[in-house]
């Protein structure tokens, strides 16, 4: 008999979590690096503009 081929395993979805701003980041830096867009970075910390961003302050980043 054939084998059913098996399905793929299910990974869970990435959770938001939080990142405190430090010296010389934007929200582009912070973006680029978490693997997010600005626009979902500003949509998660709507507060929060790029200029100037405060030092220690923490921001969400959204899951991908």
Do not use: F, M, Q
């Not at 793929?8 to 973006?31: S, W």
Request: charged share 25%; net charge positive.
């Amino acid at each position: 008999p054939r084998a059913e081929p098996k399905a793929a395993p299910k990974t869970a979805p990435a959770a938001a979590r939080n990142y405190t701003v430090k010296a010389g980041d934007t929200l582009t830096t912070i973006a680029r690096r978490h693997g997010v867009t600005v626009a979902a970075l500003e949509a998660a910390n709507p507060s929060v503009r790029d200029r100037p961003l405060p030092v220690g302050k923490t921001l969400t980043i959204p899951a991908r």
